[in-house]
């Protein structure tokens, strides 16, 4: 699995908060090998994780959101990226292209970008910007 660098780096001083929390715990502790778990190693309740999410969007000043709808954001990213199909399906776990119709939105800022580029290739570069 392909993991940015950014991303293994906070996961790898999550483990490390990870292990101190088990050392706290001490005989407490309940190893299930998750990732993301409370500090006795316990799962996270899914009530508790939910609301996490919500604190966070609104923290960052982000509208409402279900957990999944990441996934949509994930899938169009990566077509904002120009990641091809075949590679978005082996990223996203997807064995059918149809996923992509479904996960991948075509963003205001993508159609502006499609716009600019064929009125590159028809007019060329002098045009005026009519998108921005």
Avoid: C
Wanted: net charge negative; charged share 25%; no cysteine.
């Amino acid at each position: 699995m392909a993991i940015p660098g950014p991303l293994i780096d906070l996961l790898r001083a999550h483990r490390e908060v990870q292990a101190q929390e088990r050392l706290t715990a001490g005989s407490v502790w309940e190893d299930h090998e998750y990732v993301f778990a409370q500090p006795n190693g316990r799962p996270i309740d899914p009530k508790v994780d939910h609301q996490a999410w919500k604190d966070l969007l609104e923290e960052a000043g982000v509208r409402e959101a279900r957990l999944r709808d990441a996934r949509h954001t994930a899938a169009t990213m990566l077509l904002v990226l120009n990641v091809g199909t075949r590679a978005v399906m082996d990223m996203m776990g997807w064995s059918s292209s149809s996923m992509a119709a479904r996960y991948q939105h075509v963003t205001n800022d993508l159609r502006h970008d499609i716009a600019d580029s064929l009125g590159g290739q028809f007019w060329g570069a002098t045009g005026t910007e009519q998108n921005s």
